[in-house]
């Protein structure tokens, strides 16, 4: 499909100690080499993004159109699969495949604008995670193991442990690079929220309206995401922890909840540390374990505000509440009065919690009978509430068997018996 563009591109040893910066200049679509001059003379900037995705420019390499020019536009025939009159392709680059692991561009749309992001994910050899030279041993050792020897066991017990060293170094250089991809565009995503916050309050002192205003001059499929943007962006010092990434930030979004920018100008920090919640980079399930830790800081919330209202102290161990949201479990409302309900009949609301979660949702004795002793005032309450609308609605007595008061009768007579009884056994 193409060749190499940029000798530069080629290093001989290892590139460990550039800085990310410095591998952008060689493999980024900020420098010279990532842009192209069009017919006017005027210098387009590569995008990195998928430019069908892309909010600001709606697809385009330039500013947004105006719907009198979008209309325009959709007046001219689509551009047809591979169509080389779509735009000219960079030097070197043909629309057939030039290697077995090129991509053929005679089957995308727009194959000059897919051009601007596939050139510099294909030419990269390892730039981006600066190192060459692991990449190299990487490509070089699935090459030499494509086939393997069953009868040099011997040899083979030899390889698969430089096989495990090399993909330990590999994995590690792979999440750290990540986790400052992840960081970095996150930040500029946070910058996108900022101009389009800035956007919004030009609009409303306009008298315009925002939601209508985006839709006519971007991408409409992309408002929900630009209002996301926007949302965390509006957080005292968030860009501090663009490291966390969008999918973090959203989640402690939804835990600081409301806060007063005036009194707590780090509202995130204030929550990690008040519920001491780490970050940490060190495995696959790091997310997992971030989401379960923001869900058990805001049940223990939950359960302080019962506590401060029902002046009581359960005393509930936040690990346990963690393993339980862990595996899925759903600390409800209704979960924590009883918790209460068995603290005031001098039960432990930790056992409780265990005990309910790992018997299928089973009640104690002890819940049982006090929601039983209870409830009896409020079906009382309704009894009585019955008896009186049927007294101002005597028609409705017909639909009333006989036998079913007599039911009730009996039981208020039984009922009668077993006090007595209990009083009489003091």
């Known amino acids: 499909m193409f060749k190499k563009r940029n000798d530069s591109l080629k290093t001989t040893g290892t590139d460990k100690g550039k800085s990310i910066k410095d591998i952008n200049k060689t493999t980024n679509p900020s420098t010279e080499a990532a842009y192209e001059t069009d017919k006017s003379g005027s210098d387009h900037p590569i995008k990195d993004v998928n430019p069908a995705e892309d909010p600001i420019t709606n697809g385009t390499d330039d500013i947004p159109k105006t719907p009198s020019e979008e209309v325009k536009e959709s007046s001219k025939a689509e551009t047809k699969l591979g169509d080389k009159k779509s735009g000219t392709l960079p030097p070197g680059v043909t629309l057939e495949p030039q290697k077995s692991d090129h991509l053929d561009l ?120 630009v209002e996301d943007y926007m949302s965390i962006a509006m957080i005292p010092k968030v860009e501090a922890y663009s490291v966390y990434g969008l999918e973090r930030l959203r989640e402690l979004k939804r835990a600081i909840g409301d806060y007063d920018p005036e009194k707590d100008n780090d509202p995130i920090g204030t929550f990690l540390k008040a519920n001491d919640i780490p970050l940490e980079f060190n495995n696959d399930d790091l997310f997992e374990n971030f989401r379960v ?133 003091k």
Not at 139 to 146: H, L, S, T, V, Y
Request: charged share 35%; proline share 3%; with cysteine.
């Open 106 to 225: 005679r089957i995308v749309r727009k194959p000059t604008r897919v051009a601007k992001i596939y050139i510099p994910v294909s030419d990269d050899e390892g730039e981006m995670l600066g190192n060459t030279e692991l990449v190299r041993e990487v490509r070089d050792c699935i090459k030499a193991n494509k086939k393997l020897d069953p009868e040099k066991k011997e040899s083979l017990e030899e390889n698969l442990h430089k096989l495990k060293t090399l993909t330990h170094r590999y994995t590690n250089l792979l999440n750290q690079t990540e986790g400052i991809s992840i960081g970095i565009l996150t930040k500029y995503k946070i910058w996108q929220g900022m101009l389009f916050n800035i956007i919004k309050s030009h609009l409303k002192e306009t008298g315009r309206i925002w939601t209508y205003w985006f839709k006519q001059n971007y991408n409409p499929k992309t408002f929900r995401a």
């Open 293 to 425: 830790d923001i869900d058990r800081a805001l049940t223990m919330e939950k359960i302080r505000k019962v506590e401060e209202t029902q002046e009581i102290e359960l005393k509930v161990d936040k690990e346990i509440v963690r393993k339980l949201i862990a595996k899925g479990k759903k600390i409800e409302p209704k979960t924590i009065q009883d918790m209460v309900t068995i603290k005031q009949s001098g039960g432990d609301p930790n056992k409780y919690l265990k005990d309910h979660y790992g018997n299928n949702g089973s009640k104690p004795t002890i819940l049982t009978s006090t929601k039983t002793v209870e409830s009896f005032p409020r079906h009382v309450a309704e009894l009585k509430s019955s008896v009186k609308y049927l007294s101002n609605h005597r028609d409705l007595l017909t639909k009333i068997k006989t036998e079913t008061i007599k039911d009730l009768v009996d039981l208020v007579e039984e009922l009668k018996k077993l006090k007595k009884e209990k009083e009489k056994t």
